[in-house]
C-alpha cells in the first residue's frame, strides 16, 4: 500500500513539473447582414439630372440629402458621395440613390463601370423591384439597370449606413 501511495504521488509530480498546455481555439464568424438590394445604374448624366428622371419615370420623389462620408483610404479625410433618399411610407421601403464616383475615389471600386447605385433597404416585393427594374431600363438617357448580389461584391461594407 506504501508503494502504491508513492507512485501516486510520483505520478502527480511528474504531471506537474512537466508544464502541460492545452490550447482550446475558438473562432467568431461575423458575417454582415446585407439586408438590402442594390442596383448598378450606368450614364453619363448628373446625379441631380438622372434623380429627376427616375422621379418622373418611377412617381418617386428623391430629395438630396447630405453626402455620404465613407472612410476608404483610412486616412484623415472621408470621401464624399452624393447621396439622394426617397421612402415608400406604405411598405416603409427606403431609397437610396448614391454616387459610385466621390471627391477621391469610388464607393465601389470593384465595379467602376458603374456610375450609380440605387440601394433599397427593407422590404420590397419581387414584383415591385422587377417594375422599377423595368422602369429604369426604359429611361433613354440611362445605359444600363442591372441588380446587383451585394454578397459577391467585395468592397460591400462601404454600403453599410
Known amino acids: 500500500m506504501c508503494n502504491n501511495i508513492l507512485l501516486q504521488v510520483f505520478r502527480f509530480c511528474i504531471f506537474t513539473d512537466a508544464k502541460v498546455m492545452i490550447l482550446s481555439r475558438k ?30 419615370a418611377l412617381s418617386f420623389d428623391l430629395v438630396k440629402f447630405p453626402d455620404l462620408k465613407v472612410d476608404i483610404h483610412h486616412a484623415d479625410n472621408p470621401v464624399l458621395f452624393s447621396l439622394y433618399q426617397y421612402n415608400w411610407e406604405d411598405t416603409e421601403t427606403d431609397f437610396y ?16 463601370k458603374a456610375d ?46
Request: aromatic letters at 12%.
Open 116 to 161: 450609380y447605385f440605387l440601394l433599397i433597404k427593407n422590404y420590397i416585393d419581387e414584383n415591385d423591384l422587377d417594375n422599377v427594374l423595368s422602369a429604369l431600363n426604359k429611361i433613354p438617357e440611362i445605359v444600363a439597370a442591372v441588380k446587383i448580389d451585394p454578397k459577391k461584391i467585395k468592397s460591400r461594407e462601404n454600403l453599410l449606413f
Open 27 to 56: 473562432f467568431l464568424k461575423f458575417e454582415i447582414d446585407l439586408d438590402f438590394v442594390l442596383i448598378a445604374i450606368t450614364t453619363s448624366l448628373k446625379d441631380y439630372r438622372v434623380c429627376y428622371l427616375i422621379n418622373k
Open 97 to 112: 440613390f448614391i454616387a459610385n464616383k466621390g471627391s477621391d475615389g469610388y464607393l465601389i471600386p470593384e465595379m467602376r
